[in-house]
């Protein structure tokens, strides 16, 4: 057993590596940044309302925001699916905005915030055309990706289908225009 002295120690090293990585790691961001250019994250009203939403459910519920941990952004999602796949998918996507722009790593990008996005609408599902042993990583993809691309592959083939049953409907009235007909004179010829 260690004595309160040794731990208070312990506790006080422990605390003062971690605000060394922290400046360091700060300093490592500052650098990258001059290097590349800051990224620039235009904030709107609309992204500001929706990051409040997710803001003040995480004070609530007395976690952080920013930086924010995958399974607080997948809880968040649970609570609120009552908003809807479309405004919860703006959400998460300008969290993850806002983590990137700020240079750490982006907790939206992750197997849990995909599944628990994935119970609020699973509709989305790899397109037809994409071989089978890949449409696992569809859904790897952020929710609004997968969103895009599912809608986009249903249209497409809404699309296809349209146009194959107009070039069936173009080949029958083709053929009804070329199919032989008999005169009145007994002779045959294609009709005009």
């Not at 994250?41 to 939403?53: D, G, N």
Request: overall charge neutral.
């Amino acid at each position: 057993m260690t004595s309160p002295v040794h731990q208070a120690l312990e506790n006080a090293k422990l605390a003062e590596r971690t605000a060394q990585y922290q400046r360091n790691e700060a300093a490592i961001l500052a650098s990258l940044k001059r290097q590349f250019g800051g990224a620039p994250m235009e904030q709107t009203p609309a992204m500001m309302v929706a990051l409040s939403a997710f803001v003040n459910w995480c004070e609530a519920k007395g976690v952080r925001s920013f930086p924010a941990q995958p399974a607080t952004v997948a809880q968040f999602t649970l609570e609120n699916a009552g908003l809807g796949i479309d405004v919860l998918s703006e959400v998460v996507d300008h969290i993850a905005d806002m983590h990137e722009a700020a240079g750490l790593a982006n907790p939206v990008a992750t197997w849990i915030v995909a599944e628990a996005m994935d119970r609020i609408d699973s509709r989305a599902e790899a397109p037809r055309s994409w071989p089978k042993e890949h449409k696992w990583r569809f859904h790897q993809l952020p929710c609004i990706l997968r969103r895009y691309l599912f809608a986009h592959d249903r249209q497409r083939e809404k699309t296809v289908r349209q146009a194959q049953g107009e070039a069936a409907k173009a080949r029958q009235e083709l053929a009804a225009i070329q199919k032989p007909v008999e005169g009145s004179n007994g002779t045959t010829h294609a009709a005009a």
